[in-house]
Nanobody, 122 residues
Framework: QVQVVESGGGSVQAGGSLRLSCAASDSIFSIMINSMAWYRQAPGKQRELVARLNSVGSTDYADSVKGRFTISGDNAKKTVYLQMNSLKPDDTAVYYC??????????????WGQGTQVTVSS
């Protein structure tokens, strides 16, 4: 089974920075990462894409975080990071790591981490 584990959430004042980390692994089979992404969900709101990094290094960002957040990763190590600068109270949410994975050379599906809380105070 594929595991996706996040770390790095916490509380910070507006204008501060946080770095989230995520690692995907499979204890039995070799997996290929197609893309890894960060989503977030604030109370009472739908989960939304924050940033995505695909296997060839292309990135996508939500308009609300462009210029403030940077996604990076190591495909060989199956890890992805989200550097969040100039944080705003509106960034407060539970942040989820998503890994789109190919197992056994043909089975493609999404896996999710448990989420990490980011709280930005004004």
């Amino acid at each position: 089974q594929v595991q996706v584990v996040e770390s790095g959430g916490g509380s910070v004042q507006a204008g501060g920075s946080l770095r989230l980390s995520c690692a995907a692994s499979d204890s039995i089979f070799s997996i290929m990462i197609n893309s890894m992404a960060w989503y977030r969900q604030a109370p009472g709101k739908q989960r939304e894409l924050v940033a995505r990094l695909n296997s060839v290094g292309s990135t996508d960002y939500a308009d609300s975080v462009k210029g403030r957040f940077t996604i990076s990763g190591d495909n060989a190590k199956k890890t992805v990071y989200l550097q969040m600068n100039s944080l705003k109270p509106d960034d407060t949410a539970v942040y989820y790591c998503n890994a789109n994975v190919t197992r056994l050379g043909r089975l493609v599906r999404d896996y999710w981490g448990q989420g990490t809380q980011v709280t930005v105070s004004s």
